[in-house]
């Protein structure tokens, strides 16, 4: 009886794992998408949608390796570096320049600090709380 209970939750962690696995490649492109979008709105799309994006991503890569239970400290874990990241834009030693340089660089640690962003950020640890806590659920 144990076992059978051990093997469903195992089986259905797997199944869990295995839609974030299928999510993570459409938020990567929704993410590339805001970075390269051209239309009306690409100055907020390219600079600030992003960011909703990035953190929604590294939630779910993370949520990967914790429980359905945990997944709000990796919210807040994410949220927290994006900032420090967000802040870090303030620093402009030449190795960071040369890394922002490049546009997966510049993805990645960004190339303005701006506070406005923030908001961005916290819009993505909700989103992407919400989104990993559900594919996590008992399916």
Same mark, same amino acid.
């Given at each position: 009886?144990?076992?059978?209970?051990?093997?469903?939750?195992?089986?259905? #962690?797997?199944?869990?794992?295995?839609?974030?696995?299928?999510?993570?490649?459409?938020?990567?492109?929704?993410?590339?998408? #805001?970075?390269?979008?051209?239309?009306?709105?690409?100055?907020?799309?390219?600079?600030?949608?992003?960011?909703?994006?990035?953190?929604?991503?590294?939630?779910?890569?993370?949520?990967?390796?914790?429980?359905?239970?945990?997944?709000?400290?990796?919210?807040?874990?994410?949220?927290?570096?994006?900032?420090?990241?967000?802040?870090?834009?303030?620093?402009?030693?030449?190795?960071?320049?040369?890394?922002?340089?490049?546009?997966?660089?510049? #993805?990645?640690?960004?190339?303005?600090?701006?506070?406005?962003?923030?908001?961005?950020?916290?819009?993505?640890?909700? #989103?992407?709380?919400?989104?990993?806590?559900?594919?996590?659920?008992?399916?």
């Amino acid at each position: 009886m144990k076992q059978n209970m051990l093997k469903s939750r195992f089986s259905s #962690s797997l199944k869990a794992n295995y839609m974030i696995l299928i999510e993570l490649p459409i938020v990567t492109a929704l993410g590339f998408i #805001s970075k390269l979008y051209k239309g009306i709105g690409h100055e907020w799309a390219n600079n600030s949608l992003g960011g909703v994006f990035y953190v929604i991503f590294f939630i779910l890569v993370f949520s990967l390796i914790v429980s359905k239970k945990k997944i709000w400290i990796i919210s807040i874990l994410v949220l927290l570096i994006t900032s420090l990241l967000e802040c870090l834009q303030l620093w402009k030693p030449p190795f960071l320049q040369l890394i922002r340089s490049t546009f997966i660089g510049a #993805s990645l640690l960004g190339t303005t600090f701006v506070p406005s962003d923030f908001i961005y950020y916290v819009i993505g640890a909700i #989103s992407g709380y919400i989104l990993a806590y559900n594919l996590k659920r008992e399916i």
